[in-house]
């Protein structure tokens, strides 16, 4: 089993910048593909940013494109999202979550964290 546990959430303003964390115990993730899913009030949770097991390939939605970036350190079995000139329609529950893989249509993934706030202000 993989247990996530996420961290950086927070309140920010707009045009701001935050960075999340999520560390992973019980197993090493060093193989698995790697994600960031968000979930606002009353929408439906949509992955964010994705980086293969390796760090080499990412993958982003088209409105976050530029302004966030996944990145990994699987020695220290580390996932990271550095998230700058935030705007308030970012503001979610954003989970982490490791073996992520496209099916039926959508991402998923076998394991998830429990979530951390993230509010962006205007």
């Known amino acids: 089993q993989v247990q996530l546990i996420e961290s950086g959430g927070g309140l920010v303003q707009a045009g701001g910048s935050l960075r999340l964390s999520c560390t992973a115990s019980?197993?090493?993730?060093?193989?698995?593909?790697m994600g960031w899913f968000r979930q606002a009030p009353g929408k439906e949770r949509e992955l964010v940013a994705r980086i293969s097991w390796s760090g080499i390939n990412t993958g982003y939605i088209d409105s976050v494109k530029g302004r966030f970036t996944i990145s990994r350190d699987n020695a220290k079995n580390t996932v990271y999202l550095q998230m700058n000139r935030l705007k308030p329609e970012d503001t979610a529950v954003y989970y982490c979550a490791a073996e992520v893989k496209y099916y039926s249509g959508k991402y998923s993934a076998q394991y998830w964290g429990q979530g951390t706030q993230v509010t962006v202000s205007s």
């Open positions: 019980g197993r090493t993730i060093s193989n698995y593909a």
